[in-house]
T-cell receptor, first 115, second 113 residues
Framework: ETGVTQSPTHLIKTRGQQVTLRCSSQ?????VSWYQQALGQGPQFIFQ?????ENGRGNFPPRFSGLQFPNYSSELNVNALELDDSALYLC???WGRGWQDTEAFFGQGTRLTVV | GENVEQHPSTLSVQEGDSAVIKCTYS??????FPWYKQELGKGPQLIID?????GEKKDQRIAVTLNKTAKHFSLHITETQPEDSAVYFC????????????FGSGTILRVKS
């Protein structure tokens, strides 16, 4: 158990809809990173939040947005869902801005299916 | 994942044998190299990591070696056991993303008993 919890664990949405995924970071951690993992592939970096501000973004369109709250929990929002958005969405919790300072712990992920 | 190449994509070994997975990276500024194990239905679990100021790190049956000149690092698992069967990912920071991790494409390790 990493102490990082994600909800919901599974979700089915229709193309064009919007979805919100949630992540509670490990106690003492102030950084949350979100990743998309398509079937059979490695996780792809979406963005990172450090102390409530975005701290880096990968190659994902603006319809992927996020938020971090004062307790350092985080949300990932995806608008105008497309079939290709079907994937496992992972949240990673860490302390500090860079991976070189501390290790990161992943939650169990949210499996999103877009039909 | 782009800029981190991982090989092989699948690896089958007999219980008790060793397994080696290799990764290469392109960003010479990278200085942190973790390895994750992902079991079915779970998120990736950090199993070992190495920083650029050392060439090798060992933790019981698991070791990681780093060659910064050649820009490659490897995971070594000795005395493999059936519970080692999983997907393994390497990762490295990429400065373009503000030093965030880029993952390899993964290696499916099967340990046959």
């Amino acid at each position: 158990e990493t102490g990082v919890t994600q909800s919901p664990t599974h979700l089915i949405k229709t193309r064009g809809q919007q979805v919100t995924l949630r992540c509670s970071s490990q106690s003492g951690h102030n950084t949350v990173s979100w990743y998309q993992q398509a079937l059979g592939q490695g996780p792809q970096f979406i963005f990172q939040y450090y102390r409530e501000e975005e701290n880096g973004r990968g190659n994902f369109p603006p319809r992927f947005s996020g938020l971090q709250f004062p307790n350092y929990s985080s949300e990932l929002n995806v608008n105008a869902l497309e079939l290709d958005d079907s994937a496992l969405y992972l949240c990673a919790s860490s302390w500090g801005r860079g991976w070189q300072d501390t290790e990161a712990f992943f939650g169990q992920g949210t499996r999103l299916t877009v039909v | 994942g782009e800029n981190v190449e991982q090989h092989p994509s699948t690896l089958s070994v007999q219980e008790g044998d060793s397994a080696v997975i290799k990764c290469t990276y392109s960003d010479s500024a990278s200085n942190y190299f973790p390895w994750y194990k992902q079991e079915l239905g779970k998120g990736p679990q950090l199993i070992i990591d190495i920083r650029s100021n050392v060439g090798e790190k060992k933790d019981q049956r698991i070791a990681v070696t780093l060659n910064k000149t050649a820009k490659h690092f490897s995971l070594h698992i000795t005395e493999t056991q059936p519970e080692d069967s999983a997907v393994y990912f390497c990762a490295a920071p990429r400065m373009e993303y503000g030093n965030k991790l880029v993952f390899g494409s993964g290696t499916i390790l099967r340990v046959k008993s």
